[in-house]
């Protein structure tokens, strides 16, 4: 009885095989895509119409009470001639006030008194460079004796930043054409196009540009600004 159960199971597996058919893969091969990708770079150049400068007063005193007191006077007398100099303000701006004490020291080390010292910072925004250093010969002379960190930069640069992407697609087509017609190929369509800002906010190069009036008490240059961006262009190639 068992043999015979087998050999109906395995009459049963045959025809459910048959009924089934022959099973076939047949996939065609993609063909490869063929691309080419190339970097350009386009620059803009700016001419500055801002600066931002640290601009501090430091007092000493034989108490911090006769310190903060001398420089509270001498301060307010910066601010007085930073706004005669027409800086409005919301471009006035205190980035650090601080008191600390300073040990004295004799000739033979052992110390001997103790000073107490008092800063005062202000970040002020100059919107009219042409009169930069007739405002910096005031504040000094109103009392500032720490200026330092003098930015330039460009108040609105889209248009700066447009020219400089325009710049970098035609320098990257320049070179995509250049390297078709060495390689006997044809470029077909854009695939792919991206870019970055190598620099948003604009650094000085030294190319020269707008100076300050030349009778200024002190003499500036804010040189010239450079906005740089890097386009990358991907064709496909026939």
Do not use: W
């Amino acid at each position: 009885m068992r043999t015979k159960f087998l050999v109906f199971a395995v009459l049963a597996f045959a025809l459910v095989l048959s009924a089934c058919g022959p099973t076939t893969i047949n996939q065609e091969a993609q063909p490869v895509s063929r691309t080419m990708n190339v970097n350009g770079v386009g620059t803009a150049y700016l001419t500055p119409d801002i600066a931002y400068i640290y601009i501090g007063v430091h007092n000493e005193g034989a108490t911090a009470t006769e310190a903060v007191d001398a420089n509270k006077v001498q301060t307010k007398a910066v601010l007085d001639a930073l706004k005669k100099a027409g800086v409005a303000d919301k471009d006035l701006r205190t980035t650090n006030f601080s008191i600390y004490p300073s040990q004295q020291y004799g000739p033979d080390g052992t110390v001997i008194g103790t000073i107490y010292m008092v800063d005062n910072t202000v970040y002020v925004t100059v919107r009219d460079l042409d009169g930069l250093g007739n405002l910096l010969d005031d504040t000094i002379s109103a009392g500032a004796n720490s200026i330092n960190s003098i930015q330039f930069d460009v108040a609105d640069k889209a248009a700066a930043i447009k020219e400089a992407r325009a710049n970098g697609v035609a320098d990257a087509k320049t070179q995509a054409q250049e390297l078709a017609d060495a390689a006997g190929i044809t470029l077909g369509e854009i695939q792919n196009i991206s870019y970055y800002d190598n620099s948003p906010y604009p650094v000085a190069d030294g190319k020269g540009g707008g100076a300050f009036a030349a009778d200024s008490s002190v003499s500036i240059q804010p040189g010239q600004l450079t906005i740089s961006v890097s386009v990358s262009i991907t064709y496909a190639i026939k």
